[in-house]
C-alpha cells in the first residue's frame, strides 16, 4: 500500500530563517513525489516534483530513495510562503494515476 | 492557461435530497478525472477515477451507489451524491491530469447537508 505522511500538521518560522517541510512515503516500488501548495482561498497547485529537479519560488526538495523521504527546503522563508503544503505520490508515471496526498502541513511564517 | 472548474463552489442541502458537482476542464481534454473528499484539517482522499466513455472505478469504501459518477465527455465529468446525509457534508475537488506528470485541480465544492 502507497502511504505518504507529514509528521507535522503546523509549522511556524520566522522570516528569513530556513524552513524544512518534512515527507516520508512508504511504497515498494520507484514512486514520483510531489509537493503541492495551497494558498489562502486558493486551490490546490503544483509547487515540484522530483523528476524535474528544480527550484521553485526557493523551494528545492530531493527524493532520498534510502530514507524513503522528500523533504521540502527552503533557506530563507518569506511571508508569502505561509500556506498549507501537501507532499504527494503517484506508484506509476502515467497521468492516469491518482495522487496519494499527505495530511499535510500549515507552514505560518511569521513577521 | 488550462483550468479545472467545479459547480457549483458551495451547496446546502436538506438530508434525502441528491446533489451534483460538476467538474469541468477548459481549454484541454481530460479522458480520466479524479474526485477526492477532505474533511476538515485533513488531507485529500481520493474516492473514485472517473473514466470518459466507461465506469468509474471506486476506491475501497466509497460506495458507488451513493457516489455517482458521469463522465459523459472529454470536458465533463459529475459526482451526484444520492440520498445526502449530514455525514456526507464536505468538501468535494476534482482533478485532471493535463501531462503524463502534472494534474490540475478544481477549486473545490463545499456540501452542507443539513
Known amino acids: 500500500a502507497q502511504r505518504v505522511t507529514q509528521p507535522e500538521k503546523l509549522l511556524s518560522v520566522f522570516k528569513g530563517a530556513p524552513v524544512e517541510l518534512k515527507c516520508n512515503y512508504s511504497?515498494?516500488?520507484?514512486?514520483?513525489l510531489f509537493w503541492y501548495v495551497q494558498y489562502s482561498r486558493q486551490r490546490l497547485q503544483l509547487l515540484l516534483r522530483h523528476i524535474s529537479r528544480e527550484s521553485i519560488k526557493g523551494f528545492t526538495a530531493d527524493l532520498n530513495k534510502g530514507e524513503t523521504s522528500f523533504h521540502l527546503k527552503k533557506p530563507f522563508a518569506q511571508e508569502e510562503d505561509s500556506a498549507m503544503y501537501y507532499c504527494?505520490?503517484?506508484?506509476?508515471?502515467?497521468?492516469?494515476?491518482?495522487?496519494?496526498f499527505g495530511k499535510g502541513t500549515r507552514l505560518s511564517v511569521i513577521a | 492557461g488550462a483550468v479545472v472548474s467545479q459547480h457549483p463552489s458551495r451547496v446546502i442541502c436538506k438530508s434525502g435530497t441528491s446533489v451534483k458537482i460538476e467538474c469541468r476542464s477548459l481549454?484541454?481534454?481530460?479522458?480520466?478525472m479524479f474526485w477526492y473528499r477532505q474533511f476538515p484539517k485533513q488531507s485529500l482522499m481520493l474516492m473514485a477515477t472517473s473514466n470518459e466513455g466507461s465506469k468509474a472505478t471506486y476506491e475501497q469504501g466509497v460506495e458507488k451507489d451513493k457516489f455517482l459518477i458521469n463522465h459523459a465527455s472529454l470536458t465533463l465529468s459529475t459526482l451526484t451524491v444520492t440520498s445526502a446525509h449530514p455525514e456526507d457534508s464536505s468538501f468535494y475537488i476534482c482533478s485532471a491530469p493535463i501531462t503524463s506528470s502534472e494534474q490540475f485541480f478544481g477549486p473545490g465544492t463545499r456540501l452542507t447537508v443539513l
Open positions: 481549454d484541454f481534454q481530460a479522458t480520466t
Open positions: 511504497y515498494s516500488g520507484s514512486p514520483e
Open positions: 504527494a505520490l503517484r506508484a506509476t508515471p502515467s497521468g492516469n494515476t491518482p495522487l496519494v
